[in-house]
């Protein structure tokens, strides 16, 4: 079992109200080799929402007390961040869950690349909440953009 972010298995639930269509993702979700989720929808944030970004850090200090996650008209919702990622890793341990496919650039599932904090859609190197928390956790995290030939699908 793998964990997948919902948008990228098609799932209405971007902070713009839509998904993506990745077929072959969203076959394993509808096969039942992978669990689909949404940590911010998971943490209590509506769909859709404002833009959230991390400001001063990325989810590894987000996670440690040291950075924010806050909307692009200044509300905190670290808290929501936080509680999402919590629970997608509850998932991912009862589901004896070793890999992720996140969604690159998120605030909750980036996993080398976030948007800067400054709402320019500046990018720098980093990783979101959720794929912080899962790493930290042993959790192997990839990306739409770098899955292909680092994890067997079948």
Avoid at 123 to 140: F, Y
Wanted: with cysteine; net charge negative; glycine share 12%.
């Amino acid at each position: 079992m793998i964990i997948i972010s919902a948008c990228l298995a098609g799932e209405k639930c971007r902070y713009t109200g839509d998904g993506f269509d990745f077929p072959e993702l969203r076959k394993l979700v509808d096969d039942g080799k992978a669990l689909p989720v949404c940590p911010e929808v998971l943490g209590g944030l509506p769909t859709p929402r404002e833009p959230n970004e991390i400001v001063g850090g990325c989810g590894y200090d987000v996670l440690d007390g040291k950075a924010r996650v806050l909307t692009s008209s200044g509300s905190d919702k670290t808290e929501e961040f936080i509680r999402g990622a919590g629970r997608v890793l509850h998932k991912a341990l009862v589901n004896d869950v070793k890999t992720a496919i996140l969604k690159e650039r998120s605030p909750s599932c980036g996993s080398n690349v976030i948007y800067d904090g400054s709402f320019s859609g500046k990018k720098t190197p980093g990783c979101g909440c959720t794929a912080a928390l899962l790493i930290r956790n042993g959790i192997s995290v990839f990306s739409e953009e770098n899955y292909m030939g680092n994890i067997c699908l079948d």
